[in-house]
C-alpha cells in the first residue's frame, strides 16, 4: 500500500519551455501533497505544500509564478515549471499524505534537464 | 528553531559488522520522527515512525530508537544491498501540513 508514481521519470527540455510533472497517489487519497526539489549529494528542499482544492503555499524564495501547482483531486497533483531556465535542471520528488497517518509517501522522482 | 542534525554524514562498513546511525533533533513539540531510506536517482522509501520516547521499530536487519532528544537506526548484521543514504525527519505537533524537517542524511556503504 501507499504507492505514489511519478511521470515522467526523466525530461529533456529546451531553454524557455514548459515541462509539466504529474504526481499520483495510487491505493490511497492524498489530501496533501508536497513537492520537493534536490540537487547532487544534498537533502531535500521543500517547495510547496498543497491540499486538494486549494492553492498551494509555497516556501519562501520559490518562486509560485514560475513553479506551477495544481492538487485538482485526491489522487493527482501536477508541477509545471515555466519558461524552463538551466538553473531549473534538478531532481523534482513528490510526496503525499492521507490524512489519517503522518507519514509521507515518496514518488520515484523526475529527473529535469533543461538544455 | 527545530532543527535535525545526522551523523555520521558518511559510513563504511564491512558485511556483518553492526553500528548505528544517530539523529539528534530540537522540535518544539515533536509529533513524530521518520527514518526513510533513500537510493540513487530514486524517491526516498519509507521505514518507519516513531512517536514518543522509549519506543522502538524493527524492519529486518534494522531497529529505529527514540529518546527525548535523539533517534538511533542500529543496523545488524548488514548486507551490500542496504547500501543507501538514510534520512532522518521530524514532524512538529503545532504543524497543520503535516511538513517535515529533514536532517542531510547518512550514507551508508556496506563492503562485501
Known amino acids: 500500500g501507499a504507492v505514489v508514481s511519478q511521470h515522467p521519470s526523466w525530461v529533456i527540455c529546451k531553454s524557455g519551455t514548459s515541462v509539466k510533472i504529474e504526481c499520483r497517489s495510487l491505493d490511497f487519497q492524498a489530501t496533501t501533497m508536497f513537492w520537493y526539489r534536490q540537487f547532487p549529494k544534498q537533502s531535500l528542499m521543500l517547495m510547496a505544500t498543497?491540499?486538494?482544492?486549494?492553492?498551494?503555499?509555497?516556501e519562501q524564495g520559490v518562486e509560485k509564478d514560475k513553479f506551477l501547482i495544481n492538487h485538482a483531486s485526491l489522487t493527482l497533483s501536477t508541477l509545471t515549471v515555466t519558461s524552463a531556465h538551466p538553473e531549473d535542471s534538478s531532481f523534482y520528488i513528490c510526496s503525499a499524505t492521507s490524512g489519517s497517518a503522518y507519514e509521507q509517501y515518496f514518488g520515484p522522482g523526475t529527473r529535469l534537464t533543461v538544455t | 528553531e527545530d532543527q535535525v542534525t545526522q551523523s555520521p554524514e558518511a559510513l563504511r562498513l564491512q558485511e556483518g559488522e553492526s553500528s548505528s546511525l544517530n539523529c539528534s533533533y530540537t522540535?518544539?513539540?515533536?509529533?513524530?520522527l521518520f527514518w526513510y531510506r533513500q537510493d540513487p536517482g530514486k524517491g526516498p522509501e519509507f521505514l518507519f515512525t516513531l512517536y514518543s520516547a522509549g519506543e522502538e521499530k524493527e524492519k529486518e536487519r534494522l531497529k529505529a530508537t527514540l529518546t527525548k532528544k535523539e533517534s538511533f537506526l542500529h543496523i545488524t548484521a548488514p548486507k551490500p544491498e542496504d547500501s543507501a543514504t538514510y534520512l532522518c525527519?521530524?514532524?512538529?505537533?503545532?504543524?497543520?501540513?503535516?511538513?517535515?524537517?529533514w536532517g542531510a542524511g547518512t550514507k551508508l556503504i556496506i563492503k562485501p
Open positions: 522540535v518544539s513539540g515533536l509529533r513524530g
Open positions: 525527519a521530524v514532524q512538529a505537533a503545532r504543524d497543520s501540513n503535516y511538513q517535515l524537517i
Open positions: 498543497s491540499n486538494e482544492g486549494s492553492k498551494a503555499t509555497y
